[in-house]
């Protein structure tokens, strides 16, 4: 038995995904936009191709998960984390740089995207970032960018740009704990690959 059910609520983890849509959009909403993957539903381009309920709760699952992000360590749920930048980069068509301004205790204090590209590269300058994180005042910071093309992997160009950025960031004191590249659904993470 579910604890929702124990508690008086009903349970939606035993609803097929099918199910929680019709709940959430209605039947015909679901018959029009559901295609065996939810990726679809919350991620098509431009946000008048989606149900309005959809993107309504794109954006208060995004902001709950910034809430988290405030409230604790972003090491202590990296989870979190990759879900947030999963929704920030959801339909984008371009790629985009931003940054996670992180205090003492690695907790958010902001987000910015700082560059933003086209669809298969963004120019990031190395200067603007460290005006950033200070304008910010960040203990440390999380970089992470999107790949519209779909591949998560880093490229030559990523690494360096990550070399580069830890080099200049380290001489006012900033950390930079993790370079993350999303290309829908895949996250990668430099500091899992060892690359940083």
């Known amino acids: 038995m579910c604890y929702e059910m124990m508690s008086g609520q009903p349970c939606y983890a035993g609803l097929s995904d099918t199910e929680l849509l019709q ?4 039947v015909r909403q679901t018959q029009k936009y559901y295609r065996g993957s939810l990726l679809a539903v919350f991620t098509a381009t431009g ?7 959809c993107v309504v709760a794109r954006e208060l699952v995004r902001r709950w998960l910034n809430e988290e992000l405030r409230r604790e360590s972003v090491l202590g749920s990296p989870v979190a984390v990759r879900d947030y930048l999963r929704i920030h980069f959801a339909g984008q068509e371009h790629e985009s740089f931003v940054a996670l301004f992180l205090d003492a205790q690695n907790r958010l204090i902001a987000m910015d ?15 603007e970032v460290v005006k ?4 910010a005042n960040a203990a440390a910071v999380i970089f992470a960018h999107n790949h519209p093309s779909g591949v998560a992997d880093p490229s030559k160009s ?18 930079v704990l ?13 500091a899992e690959r060892g690359l940083l």
């Open 23 to 26: 709940k959430l959009i209605g």
């Open 47 to 53: 946000s008048s191709a989606l149900p309005e309920k």
């Open 113 to 127: 995207e700082l560059f933003r590209g086209t669809l298969t590269q963004t120019s990031v300058y190395p200067r």
């Open 132 to 135: 950033a994180v200070l304008l």
């Open 158 to 175: 990523d690494q360096l740009l990550t070399t580069t950025l830890q080099s200049a960031l380290s001489l006012i004191d900033v950390r």
């Open 178 to 190: 993790d370079h993350f590249i999303v290309a829908g659904a895949d996250v990668c993470s430099f």
